[in-house]
């Protein structure tokens, strides 16, 4: 495996773009882009203040860079480096701003949520939307949602004590339905893939989800439980056949699209403890200090990087994470059996535990490839 040379970073501003072509990153008030393949540097834009949020339209043509401080918006061609844009919010200020679907239109979100400017960049017009509701109470949890086909938007909004939903049209950014949510505080909106039913759910002090159709239409509302903690996070299946709740109980359930009722439900254990799974278990070690593990009673003096332990079967995927908080929990390094950690040191491993054995053999450590892995990826042949 090769390893490019190392390149700055601001922010971890670094994202591909959606046809895999470049590869953008921003070092504080510029915005490099490479060619995904050669890492060779194609463009280089040059912003007015330090950039903290980039995003590509869906075609891959622009980027925008949003300078919150400022409240403005640059927008660079990689077809026309020498067209830009800048978007100025004035004094309304600026905290979100995103694409639409067809890359042609950038949605910019007021300071305090007063309004949604919708700037175009064929016309040069401008739309206005009201009373946007801040949604910001986990990852999944978003006020503002378009359908996978891009016609139509659904806005969470706040007015009169009251949470409501407008689904507009992206053509012309007309209202197309307005109805109330019964929500005690909507936490966030999302479109099935195929675009015929909108999920809202309430915030985590009460375990509501409610699904409506197109039109506004209430289908149905589906509630597990009361007096606890609710909903944490929802997805959709690819095929808009099932819907995925998941709560603060440490469990998931699934919902069809039928009778919208629960057909099964899947617990969330902190351990995985299945007789069944004949695999190895190996452990990597405290990223800093090697030699201490919880797993031989080494907690103490631990570093401040992330204590990752990991389940893996005979097939070398990864199959759980187990992540320890730390005082730097924010990193999550998911490291192999043969990397240097960054202060340079080699993780040791720990060996399989046996029904004879009080506690795991810590085995001399080994490996000097430096790769990180996540997911499903494949381990170097030192692990096997």
Known sequence: ?????????SSLLCKFSPDGKYLASCVQYRLVVRDANTLQICQLYTCVDQIQHIEWSADSLFILCA?????????????????????DEGSAGLVAS???PDGRHILNTTEFHLRITVWSLCTKSVSYIKYPKACQQGESARGITFTRDGRYLALAERRDCKDYVSILVCSDWQLLRHFDTDTQDLAGIEWAPNGCVLAAWDSCLEYKILLYSLDGRLLSAFCAYE???GIKSVAWSPSSQFLAVGSYDGKVRILNHVT???ITEFGHPATINNPKIQAPVWVLGDLRDPERHPASGGTAGMGTDTLVSCLLVRDLRWVSGEERSSPDAGRDWRTCWSCRNRTGRRPGRVAPPQASQGSPEVLPPRGRCGLKVSGRSSFPSGLR
């Open 98 to 100: 995103c694409w639409s």
């Open 227 to 229: 007096w606890s903690l």
């Open 67 to 87: 300078l919150y401080k400022r409240g403005l918006v640059q927008v660079w061609s990689l077809e026309q480096p020498e067209w830009h844009c800048k978007i």
């Open 260 to 262: 919208w009722k629960m």
């Open 1 to 9: 495996m090769n390893f490019s040379e190392v390149f700055k970073l």
